[in-house]
T-cell receptor
Framework: GAVVSQHPSWVICKSGTSVKIECRSL??????MFWYRQFPKQSLMLMAT?????????EQGVEKDKFLINHASLTLSTLTVTSAHPEDSSFYIC????????????FGPGTRLTVL | AQSVTQLDSQVPVFEEAPVELRCNYS??????LFWYVQYPNQGLQLLLK??????LVKGINGFEAEFNKSQTSFHLRKPSVHISDTAEYFC?????????FGTGTLLAVQP
């Protein structure tokens, strides 16, 4: 089956620093990738849709200047949390649909971000 | 607009007992429906999906779900659960351009 990887799997950083998370589709090309945020014991909240070759589409209430998304190639999307603060600590998950948007999405294993 | 409701936040069940996790959706158009499972500190894994055709869908790990259009439901079932099935289960419906998730149900299997 399709595989999506994320790196790093966990990261701890100091308040005020920036953190980059990578999402890769390993055996298929993805013109679109999705970034989710998940708080403990809660559901996934879609943050933004990453589009290869164009700007990301952010959900309402998500600060585009804080969560920078770059879809550099058909297999790589990155999420950069800029000037991270403790409230940004969360589990970040990416996904990529293989085929059309209505088709199955394959999820990465997630990245645990802890901001001290 | 589409939405998904998972009424049960937690379902405790004894090992080898049957289980049903409920999911209801609302949509004004045809939908695709999914069940995902999430083990602690991991991403989501697809259990099964309904795109079209037979309303009874079989997935991995012995799970199945039935699409009921009249009741707008897509309940997940397993006839006999194992300790290893303990996880968070998410129902999702595909919108025009994204997946919409329910709030999740924690399946807690007890020995």
């Amino acid at each position: 089956g399709a595989v999506v990887s994320q790196h790093p799997s966990w990261v701890i950083c100091k308040s005020g620093t920036s953190v980059k998370i990578e999402c890769r589709s390993l055996d298929f090309q993805a013109t679109t990738m999705f970034w989710y945020r998940q708080f403990p014991k809660q559901s996934l909240m879609l943050m933004a849709t990453s589009n290869e070759g164009s700007k990301a589409t952010y959900e309402q209430g998500v600060e585009k200047d804080k969560f920078l998304i770059n879809h550099a190639s058909l297999t790589l999307s990155t999420l950069t949390v800029t000037s991270a603060h403790p409230e940004d600590s969360s589990f970040y998950i990416c996904s990529a649909p293989r085929g059309g948007l209505a088709d199955t999405q394959y999820f990465g294993p997630g990245t645990r971000l802890t901001v001290l | 607009a589409q939405s998904v409701t998972q009424l049960d936040s937690q379902v405790p069940v004894f090992e080898e007992a049957p289980v049903e996790l409920r999911c209801n959706y609302s949509s004004s158009v045809s939908v695709y429906l999914f069940w995902y499972v999430q083990y602690p500190n991991q991403g989501l894994q697809l259990l099964l999906k309904y795109l079209s055709g037979s309303t009874l869908v079989k997935g991995i790990n012995g799970f199945e779900a039935e699409f009921n259009k009249s009741q707008t439901s897509f309940h997940l079932r397993k006839p006999s659960v194992h300790i290893s099935d303990t996880a968070e289960y998410f129902c999702a419906v595909s919108g025009i351009d994204k997946l919409i998730f329910g709030t999740g149900t924690l399946l807690a299997v007890q020995p």
